[in-house]
């Protein structure tokens, strides 16, 4: 692309979060001396991100990353959570799984306070969130043991990690092109899969961010660096690479793999996965 190109964006095809971001919206790693690896999207896969580590042989010297989407759709949701929250050395990023996760939480505990008699109990709160998504969002049923320490983990997760030591940044989804990290849409680093570039006849290019594959062209297409970008969000495309992007949802949940690419080297390692297969 002419660099010399007037840039602008149109994000109207991206939604915010549901959740209004914390303060810690991109975190940076300081300099270590051990590996980070990075890993896909587990969603629930809790066996595999297992096995996963045990491949690559993780340590207490090294760092893993998780590009987000933790839990929902494999079938241990609350037992990746919870081993990555008590791992000091597991840092995760915010997905759209983690926001859907944190707005029906949201929702129904006002469906319990709402619904509650004057003396109620802390039984009779958990038996109205559960009737809650039951009837809303039973995919979420796990979800009604989530404690306020789980939540607060969720909340808290980045948009983003830096790491200057490989000039490299993890993210959920994915980054526009040309366009300063601290002004990055946040639901767009969580939801976007495709850009569609549209030109006029005055030169001036317009990126409309995608959530669908349906319009435009994968997003990695147009980024140029210099930051190599870590992503995860796209397992119908499985594993991408290009110069300065690699894609790392391979579809555990549906009967793929997990995968994580080691660094420095860049090595890249998968487990296949224990989910039925469903394409």
């Known amino acids: 692309m002419n660099k010399q190109l007037s840039i602008e964006v149109d994000t109207s095809g991206v939604r915010p979060p549901y959740i209004e971001p914390t303060a810690t919206v991109h975190k940076t790693l300081d300099k270590t001396d051990g590996r980070i690896i990075i890993v896909g999207d587990i969603h629930g896969c809790y066996e595999e991100f297992i096995l996963l580590l045990q491949q690559?042989?993780?340590?207490?010297?090294?760092?893993?990353?998780?590009?987000?989407?933790?839990?929902?759709?494999?079938?241990?949701?609350?037992?990746?959570?919870?081993?990555?929250?008590?791992?000091?050395?597991?840092?995760?990023?915010?997905?759209?799984h983690?926001?859907?996760t944190l707005l029906h939480h949201n929702l129904a505990e006002k469906f319990a306070l709402e619904h509650a008699y004057p003396q109620f109990t802390e039984h009779d709160l958990k038996l109205l969130k559960a009737k809650y998504y039951t009837e809303e969002c039973a995919e979420?049923?796990?979800?009604?043991?989530?404690t306020l320490d789980d939540i607060e983990y969720l909340r808290d997760m980045p948009f983003t990690i830096t790491i200057p030591q490989y000039k490299s940044i993890v993210v959920h989804a994915g980054l526009l092109p040309y366009t300063d990290i601290d002004d990055q849409p946040?639901?767009?680093m969580y939801r976007m899969r495709n850009?569609?570039?549209?030109q006029d006849v005055n030169d001036v290019a317009t990126f409309i961010p995608h959530e669908r594959d349906t319009a435009g062209d994968a997003w990695i297409k147009y980024w140029i660096g210099p930051d190599h970008v870590y992503f995860g969000h796209d397992a119908t495309r499985k594993y991408q690479h290009s110069e300065f992007a690699t894609g790392l949802d391979t579809g555990c949940c549906y009967g793929g793999s997990l995968t994580a690419v080691i660094l420095p080297g860049k090595e890249v390692?998968?487990?296949?996965?224990?989910?039925?297969?469903?394409y």
């Not at 494999?74 to 995760?92: E, F, H």
């Not at 979420?140 to 989530?146: F, N, R, S, Y």
């Not at 850009?195 to 549209?198: D, G, N, P, Y």
């Not at 998968?270 to 297969?277: A, D, G, I, R, Y």
């Open 186 to 188: 946040p639901g767009l």
């Open 140 to 146: 979420l049923g796990w979800a009604i043991d989530l």
């Open 56 to 96: 690559a042989n993780f340590t207490e010297e090294d760092t893993c990353i998780v590009v987000g989407d933790l839990m929902n759709k494999g079938p241990d949701s609350l037992k990746v959570i919870r081993y990555c929250k008590q791992q000091p050395n597991i840092l995760c990023i915010k997905g759209n």
């Open 98 to 100: 983690e926001d859907y």
């Open 195 to 198: 850009i569609e570039l549209v």
């Open 269 to 278: 390692v998968q487990v296949e996965s224990l989910q039925p297969k469903m």
